[in-house]
C-alpha cells in the first residue's frame, strides 16, 4: 500500500469491471439507448472523487451520436435523475458542469411519476421542432421545471 495511511482512496473498478448504479432499475429501462451511451460516457469520466465536477462535451462524442441525440440524451438524463447540471455552459466558450445524482431513487418505483415524465419530454422535444419564439422557449422552461419537480418530490 502506498501514500499516507490516513488517505481517502476511492473505490474505481478497473475496466471491463465498472459499475453503473441504477442499471438494474424501472427508471433504468426507461432511457433511450444513446441516453445510456451518453450515462456510460459520464460514468468513463467518473474516477471516485469528481461525482459532481463532470464534463462531457458534444465534441467529445460526435464521432458516435448526433447533436440533436445528444442534447435530448443530456435532457432524459436529467429528467429521470441521473444527472444535475452543476453550471450550465455559456458563450463563453465554458462547457457545462454536470454531477451524477441519485433522484433516479426516488422515482424508481413509481410508474405514474415516470409516465408523467417521460410525456414531459416528449412534449420537449415536440416544441422543439417547431419554429422559434419567446413562448416557445418560456413553455419549454416550464415543461423542463415540472420534470425536475417530479423527480424531486
Known amino acids: ?9 476511492a473505490y474505481k473498478p478497473k475496466p471491463p469491471y465498472s459499475s453503473v448504479e441504477g442499471t438494474e432499475t424501472d427508471v433504468f429501462g426507461r432511457l433511450s439507448r444513446n441516453a445510456v451511451f451518453v450515462l456510460l460516457k459520464f460514468y468513463e469520466k ?3 472523487f469528481n461525482r459532481y465536477d463532470l464534463s462531457l462535451t458534444y465534441g467529445e462524442v460526435k464521432s458516435k451520436i448526433s447533436n440533436t441525440l445528444f442534447s435530448r440524451s443530456v435532457g432524459e438524463l436529467i429528467g429521470f435523475g441521473f444527472i444535475d447540471v452543476r453550471r450550465p455552459g455559456s458563450l463563453k466558450r465554458k462547457c457545462s458542469l454536470y454531477g451524477l445524482s441519485q433522484r433516479w431513487r426516488k422515482i ?12 414531459l419530454l416528449s412534449e420537449i422535444e415536440k416544441l422543439k421542432r417547431q419554429p422559434g419564439s ?9 415543461l423542463r421545471k415540472k420534470v425536475l419537480k417530479l423527480g424531486t418530490s
Do not use: A, S, Y
Open 46 to 48: 467518473f474516477n471516485g
Open 134 to 142: 419567446v413562448k416557445k422557449r418560456m413553455k419549454m422552461n416550464e
Open 1 to 9: 500500500m502506498t501514500g499516507n495511511p490516513g488517505e481517502k482512496k
Open 108 to 119: 424508481n418505483n413509481n410508474p405514474e411519476k415516470l409516465d408523467q415524465i417521460q410525456e
